[in-house]
């Protein structure tokens, strides 16, 4: 299976809002499993289908060290969200190589729908919890860095602008 193609920040498609997902399908499980190919060849922990173009709610995780524990949120929704909070660093592969402090609930708790179209609950804590979060984002159109000043946002998008201009001055070469 060919990995996809995520998109970068600034890419206007990122702010989308991705609709519901009617039926679990056989497509949709093998968009899922596209999902964490892509994910883990771009060594990343959670991809949301909004970042390979796909404007549906569904979210792939994988927080273990041994890239093997997936989880698969189709349609999530957080019930619940701890009032304690922290900020941590986040990345995004849709922001290479830029992490920045953003504030995000220790716990959530979400409802989703698993590959067989059943309702699972998860309760989740600390990198979880913060990657749950963050992919749920996407899924609104948000991107991390608009957690940031305007002026840090401005910043990266100057830099990724002008990291895109010249990868294709490369691939013409």
Known sequence: ??????????????????????????????????MF???YEAEGI????TQ??????LVVIDVSE??????????????WASTETR??????LSVPGIYDGVERALA?????????????????????AVCIQHEMDHLIGKVF???LSPLKRNRIRTRMLKQKKDEEREAVR
């Not at 041994?66 to 019930?79: A, D, K, M, S, T």
């Open 1 to 34: 299976m060919t990995p996809l193609t995520i998109l970068r920040y600034p890419d206007p498609r990122l702010h989308t809002v991705a609709k519901p997902v009617a039926t679990v399908d056989a497509r949709l499980r093998q968009l899922a499993d596209a």
């Open 37 to 39: 190919q892509t994910m």
């Open 46 to 49: 959670g991809l949301a289908a």
């Open 52 to 57: 390979v173009d796909v404007h549906e709610r």
């Open 66 to 79: 041994g890239r093997n524990q997936p989880l698969v949120l189709i349609n999530p929704e957080i019930v």
């Open 87 to 92: 900020i941590g660093d986040e990345g995004c």
């Open 108 to 128: 959530v708790k979400v409802e989703a729908l698993d590959l067989d179209g059943q309702k699972q609950i998860h309760e989740a804590e600390g990198m979880l």
């Open 145 to 147: 860095v608009e957690y």
